[in-house]
């Protein structure tokens, strides 16, 4: 079972669709979330939402996670698809914080606080009409490398991504992992 709180970025597994929530569901902390899960059936739970470091997989681990999931610190390796003004976002610093916003597509899905989720903050829960409407603009964003009108997916723990391969990430999460107390 995957246990994926608020913290998580892009769009979030959800049972239903609650137009009058911006959040699309409920704000539930992976911690939480997990506690509750781990307490209360016995299968095995990954716990994804804001992990994005050895430190925050050792967490979920010690409350009872068989594994940690990580998105969002992938996103800038050499090896991904991200497009270059989306890198360029994720390793800019004058971003200040994530959003939960239907902007981009009409669904609930955490990003980068854009212009473009700033000024469409109250776009309908109207999936997959908006993602048509909004998708010719955000591939003309991408082409002119202008990141303010893109979706810029990404959990809370976007502060810790950095760029290069793969193995160079998985190299510091398993040292950051077992070089704990």
Same mark, same amino acid.
């Given at each position: 079972?995957?246990?994926?709180?608020?913290?998580?970025?892009?769009?979030? /597994?959800?049972?239903? %669709?609650?137009?009058?929530?911006?959040?699309?569901?409920?704000?539930?902390?992976?911690?939480? $979330?997990?506690?509750?899960?781990?307490?209360?059936?016995?299968?095995?739970?990954?716990?994804?939402?804001?992990?994005?470091?050895?430190?925050?997989?050792?967490?979920?681990? #010690?409350?009872?996670?068989?594994?940690?999931? $990580?998105?969002?610190?992938?996103?800038?390796?050499?090896?991904? /698809?991200?497009?270059?003004? !989306?890198?360029?976002?994720?390793? %800019?610093?004058? !971003?200040?914080?994530?959003?939960?916003?239907?902007?981009?597509?009409?669904?609930?899905?955490?990003?980068?606080?854009? /212009?473009?989720?700033?000024?469409?903050?109250?776009?309908? #829960?109207? !999936?997959?009409?908006?993602?048509?409407?909004?998708?010719?603009?955000?591939?003309?964003?991408?082409?002119?490398?202008?990141?303010? %009108?893109?979706?810029?997916?990404?959990?809370?723990?976007?502060?810790?991504?950095?760029?290069?391969?793969?193995?160079?990430?998985?190299?510091?999460?398993?040292?950051?992992?077992?070089?704990?107390?």
């Amino acid at each position: 079972m995957i246990a994926q709180g608020i913290e998580a970025g892009g769009h979030r /597994g959800l049972w239903f %669709d609650d137009p009058s929530s911006s959040a699309g569901g409920p704000r539930t902390p992976t911690a939480v $979330l997990l506690a509750a899960i781990v307490e209360t059936i016995d299968v095995p739970v990954i716990a994804a939402g804001g992990i994005a470091d050895g430190a925050a997989v050792a967490s979920v681990l #010690a409350q009872g996670a068989v594994a940690g999931q $990580l998105g969002t610190a992938f996103l800038c390796c050499d090896e991904a /698809g991200t497009s270059a003004p !989306y890198r360029r976002a994720l390793l %800019d610093r004058s !971003y200040r914080d994530t959003v939960v916003t239907g902007a981009f597509s009409g669904r609930p899905a955490r990003s980068l606080r854009n /212009g473009f989720a700033t000024r469409h903050a109250h776009a309908p #829960a109207a !999936y997959p009409h908006v993602h048509h409407l909004t998708k010719p603009l955000r591939a003309a964003a991408t082409a002119a490398g202008e990141a303010d %009108d893109i979706n810029l997916w990404a959990g809370t723990g976007w502060r810790s991504v950095t760029p290069g391969p793969v193995a160079e990430l998985m190299a510091r999460l398993e040292a950051e992992l077992t070089d704990r107390p």
